[in-house]
């Protein structure tokens, strides 16, 4: 088991967003191990406004020591406004090896179903099993860019691997639960040669499918054909999707 670097404090935990996943997010530790290479728009985030210093100490998490006595307050406030909760943008619930992050997380999900406030959850770590006595509303996702375990070494060092992701988010879909996949940051073929088909059967069992293109990329960006690339991609998810009757989404400004 691995130790938070610490803990802070915060005067509040819930707010709202526009991004499709929930219209209000908790992000209840700062600073992330898994490392993402991408570049990771959180970290990119939390060090233009000063909240971390260096990828280094990005890597080494705060946890909210008093997310839950924040939850209780807010919840009451706000639950006849909130449709769904997301865990989490800027940070991972289920961080791989930070056992106190995990729990941290599970008892938030369980207080806020205790509201009957929905959960959303999308994790590169493992989703614990025990999510599965939870809320029958919750939905529960992993992101998954690729099937090669040498590129996700290379950009995202310490997550949990690809098999171990699938497997758990496969426990929780045959238990009844709502399952879904992020293919977000999809890498251009210059970075890394693969079949998006290979990964769509891999993961044709889910409910839904979020696809996305890589940002914040010089490398990316340097691929000439990179807006004709992501049309196609875009297009065999859209194609791929109907054919399974399994939900998608369409990340905004991947298709041109």
Not at 101 to 114: A, F, W
Not at 146 to 162: G, N
Not at 168 to 186: F, N, Q
Request: proline share 4%.
């Amino acid at each position: 088991m691995k130790k938070v670097k610490g803990y802070i404090q915060r005067k509040s935990m819930l707010y709202m967003t526009g991004v499709e996943y929930g219209d209000y997010t908790m992000n209840h530790v700062l600073g992330c191990a898994h490392g993402c290479k991408y570049p990771c728009y959180a970290f990119m985030l939390k060090k233009r406004f000063g909240q971390v210093k260096s990828y280094e100490e990005w890597l080494k998490p705060y946890l909210v020591s008093n997310t839950l006595e924040i939850l209780e307050n807010e919840i009451p406030r706000l639950k006849k406004s909130i449709k769904s909760v997301h865990l989490c943008f800027t940070t991972d619930p289920f961080m791989v090896g930070y056992d106190e992050i995990v729990s941290m997380s599970l008892e938030s999900i369980n207080l806020l179903n205790s509201y009957n406030v929905k959960c959303t959850v999308l994790t590169k770590g493992i989703l614990p099993i025990d999510l599965a006595s939870f809320s029958s509303r919750n939905e529960y996702g992993i992101t998954l860019v690729s099937l090669d375990e040498d590129y996700r070494k290379e950009m995202e060092p310490w997550t949990a691997t690809y098999e171990d992701r699938l497997s758990a988010l496969k426990k929780l879909h045959d238990k009844g639960y709502k399952t879904w996949v992020s293919i977000e940051p999809y890498p251009t073929p210059n970075i890394i040669q693969q079949n998006l088909y290979d990964i769509l059967e891999k993961i044709s069992f889910v409910d839904k499918i979020i696809f996305g293109k890589t940002n914040y990329s010089k490398t990316v960006t340097s691929f000439k054909k990179n807006k004709d690339f992501y049309n196609i991609e875009a297009n065999k998810v859209i194609e791929f999707c109907k054919s399974r009757k399994i939900e998608f989404h369409i990340k905004e400004k991947t298709l041109n």
